[in-house]
């Protein structure tokens, strides 16, 4: 618990960065055609790479785990460089075709873009493109350190790459070069290889060229990651769809789109993302081991954990959208309609925070037990879900249908998931998690109560900012003391965690 809870605090850290570089971004281009065409850059990579690099990295770690465990740490290492190898010569590959061809690409995804806009993305994309090279080795060294128990650097990794963004923001802007925002980024995601390739080196990494298409555990670990590879490119979908839709919006809707999105991604990832990062090699090598009643159990205190961090954080997005929005992003060339868009699609994006969330975690489990077709389907059909419903939404409710399909789709494919691991490995002790929804929603819809009633209040007499400070503060307080009521379990053992490392620093004091 004690590591679960620094790496917590880290991770909040890195992303404050990270939340500090789309501020930026912001402040000095708000929600217009060169943020459009930014974001739009951004996204290219991610759709042409990620699906095989998120494939690759998600099925490294139990691979990795079976290599050390069955052939020694010697191998383990190889197997390492074998795999860098192979990805880089395969992003080498992408990056020629995703250059060559950037004009049809950039089409494809914004639909709505001509004249100097589609130009501008056109020159973003192929710049940002050469980050592939870059990511592909760090992502593989980070899940080498998290089997290695070091979770600290893959925490922090992300305060390199957003320094780096936000000076290329910076400069763009004040050297009229939108040019420089491309380039920048590239230049972050080298950053990021600065700082991890030497903490993997004092875990007993060693580079070597190896390249050895014939080796077993390499083609066991495409076999594995072929379904994610699908998976998550089906998920990509997701992004093209709602990218074009958006792109037929109002001028500022994919900006919009995306600041809301960072702001649940921003929660998403400093809670879901870094606790599964911490348990996917642990679940890796209770799988190996076929030690499952530590395996469902890891599940059980994870979900738990997650839903009554998430819960509250959802109650205040929904009650004050608007509010959040302008606190953070409300600067600038960030005007009063950037604003109202932006908090439009943060409550649609809001309303699936949690299965977002808890989605991470079940497949997390799923790839941990060598089974990646299951989350792939699952990933199939909420892409099918979301297509629909965004079509169907985005007429009555413009940007907020696109966020509020996202949601929808989210979910229902995390409850499929929930009855498909309960299936595969029986019961996970869901009536605890039921009580700890009911007590999270009980406490978290009197949170959101005192938040309304106190904001309505303190507006009257103060600034909004300090009203709004207060009534989080107070809301927070009631939450925290209601859930001690109510006995949850998770929040007493955080408590004890928390107490005994007090009693330690005293102790050495």
């Given at each position: 618990?004690?590591?679960?809870?620094?790496?917590?605090?880290?991770?909040?850290?890195?992303?404050?960065?990270?939340?500090?570089?789309?501020i930026v971004l912001s402040y000095f281009f708000g929600a217009s055609a060169v943020s459009d065409a930014y974001l739009v850059?951004?996204?290219?990579?991610?759709?042409?790479?990620?699906?095989?690099?998120?494939?690759?990295?998600?099925?490294?770690?139990?691979?990795?785990?079976?290599?050390?465990?069955?052939?020694?740490?010697?191998?383990?290492?190889?197997?390492?460089?074998?795999?860098?190898?192979?990805?880089?010569?395969?992003?080498?590959?992408?990056?020629?075709?995703?250059?060559?061809?950037?004009?049809?690409?950039?089409?494809?995804?914004?639909?709505?873009?001509?004249?100097?806009?589609?130009?501008?993305?056109?020159?973003?994309?192929?710049?940002?493109?050469?980050?592939?090279?870059?990511?592909?080795?760090?992502?593989?060294?980070?899940?080498?350190?998290?089997?290695?128990?070091?979770?600290?650097?893959?925490?922090?990794?992300?305060?390199?790459?957003?320094?780096?963004?936000?000076?290329?923001?910076?400069?763009?802007?004040?050297?009229?070069?939108?040019?420089?925002?491309?380039?920048?980024?590239?230049?972050?995601?080298?950053?990021?290889?600065?700082?991890?390739?030497?903490?993997?080196?004092?875990?007993?990494?060693?580079?070597?060229?190896?390249?050895?298409?014939?080796?077993?555990?390499?083609?066991?670990?495409?076999?594995?990651?072929?379904?994610?590879?699908?998976?998550?490119?089906?998920?990509?979908?997701?992004?093209?769809?709602?990218?074009?839709?958006?792109?037929?919006?109002?001028?500022?809707?994919?900006?919009?789109?995306?600041?809301?999105?960072?702001?649940?991604?921003?929660?998403?990832?400093?809670?879901?993302?870094?606790?599964?990062?911490?348990?996917?090699?642990?679940?890796?090598?209770?799988?190996?081991?076929?030690?499952?009643?530590?395996?469902?159990?890891?599940?059980?205190?994870?979900?738990?954990?997650?839903?009554?961090?998430?819960?509250?954080?959802?109650?205040?997005?929904?009650?004050?959208?608007?509010?959040?929005?302008?606190?953070?992003?409300?600067?600038?060339?960030?005007?009063?309609?950037?604003?109202?868009?932006?908090?439009?699609?943060?409550?649609?994006?809001?309303?699936?925070?949690?299965?977002?969330?808890?989605?991470?975690?079940?497949?997390?489990?799923?790839?941990?037990?060598?089974?990646?077709?299951?989350?792939?389907?699952?990933?199939?059909?909420?892409?099918?879900?979301?297509?629909?419903?965004?079509?169907?939404?985005?007429?009555?409710?413009?940007?907020?249908?696109?966020?509020?399909?996202?949601?929808?789709?989210?979910?229902?494919?995390?409850?499929?998931?929930?009855i498909e691991i309960r299936r595969k490995v029986g019961q996970l002790n869901l009536r605890l998690f039921a009580l700890t929804?009911?007590?999270?929603?009980?406490?978290?819809?009197?949170?959101?109560?005192?938040?309304?009633?106190?904001?309505?209040?303190?507006?009257?007499?103060?600034?909004?900012?300090?009203?709004?400070?207060?009534?989080?503060?107070?809301?927070?307080?009631?939450?925290?003391?209601?859930?001690?009521?109510?006995?949850?379990?998770?929040?007493?053992?955080?408590?004890?965690?928390?107490?005994?490392?007090?009693?330690?620093?005293?102790?050495?004091?």
């Open positions: 618990m004690r590591t679960t809870i620094t790496v917590i605090l880290l991770t909040i850290l890195a992303k404050l960065f990270g939340f500090a570089r789309n850059a951004l996204s290219i990579p991610e759709v042409l790479y990620d699906f095989i690099i998120i494939g690759i990295s998600t099925s490294f770690i139990p691979i990795f785990s079976q290599v050390r465990l069955r052939e020694g740490d010697n191998e383990a290492i190889k197997f390492t460089n074998n795999v860098i190898n192979h990805v880089l010569l395969f992003t080498l590959g992408l990056f020629y075709v995703g250059y060559t061809f950037a004009n049809q690409i950039v089409q494809i995804f914004a639909t709505g873009f001509y004249g100097e806009r589609l130009n501008l993305t056109i020159e973003l994309t192929q710049l940002v493109l050469l980050s592939m090279f870059f990511t592909s080795v760090v992502t593989i060294l980070n899940g080498y350190l998290q089997q290695k128990r070091n979770f600290i650097i893959p925490a922090l990794v992300g305060i390199p790459l957003n320094l780096s963004i936000i000076v290329g923001i910076i400069l763009a802007y004040y050297f009229d070069q939108p040019l420089l925002l491309g380039a920048s980024y590239s230049v972050a995601t080298l950053s990021q290889l600065f700082f991890v390739l030497p903490a993997a080196y004092k875990n007993d990494f060693k580079y070597r060229f190896t390249l050895d298409t014939k080796n077993p555990y390499l083609f066991q670990l495409v076999k594995v990651a072929l379904p994610v590879m699908i998976g998550t490119s089906v998920n990509q979908i997701n992004v093209l769809v709602n990218r074009t839709i958006s792109s037929q919006l109002a001028v500022g809707s994919i900006s919009a789109l995306n600041y809301s999105y960072q702001l649940v991604f921003f929660v998403q990832s400093v809670f879901a993302l870094s606790v599964s990062s911490m348990i996917f090699p642990i679940m890796s090598d209770y799988a190996v081991q076929e030690d499952f009643v530590s395996f469902k159990k890891i599940i059980s205190k994870t979900v738990n954990l997650i839903y009554l961090i998430i819960f509250p954080i959802t109650v205040g997005a929904i009650i004050f959208p608007e509010q959040v929005v302008d606190l953070l992003f409300g600067r600038g060339n960030f005007d009063g309609d950037a604003i109202r868009l932006t908090a439009y699609a943060l409550i649609g994006y809001a309303v699936g925070m949690i299965a977002n969330a808890l989605r991470e975690v079940l497949s997390r489990s799923f790839y941990a037990l060598g089974d990646s077709k299951t989350p792939m389907k699952n990933a199939m059909f909420g892409v099918v879900i979301n297509v629909v419903s965004a079509i169907l939404l985005s007429r009555t409710f413009g940007i907020m249908g696109l966020s509020l399909a996202s949601s929808l789709a989210s979910i229902v494919t995390t409850i499929l998931l929930f929804v009911f007590k999270s929603s009980v406490a978290g819809i009197i949170m959101g109560i005192v938040c309304l009633v106190a904001y309505q209040y303190l507006v009257m007499i103060t600034l909004p900012i300090i009203a709004l400070a207060v009534s989080i503060v107070l809301g927070a307080v009631t939450y925290f003391v209601l859930l001690i009521l109510l006995r949850e379990q998770e929040i007493l053992e955080v408590l004890s965690t928390i107490t005994s490392s007090i009693k330690q620093i005293i102790k050495r004091s």
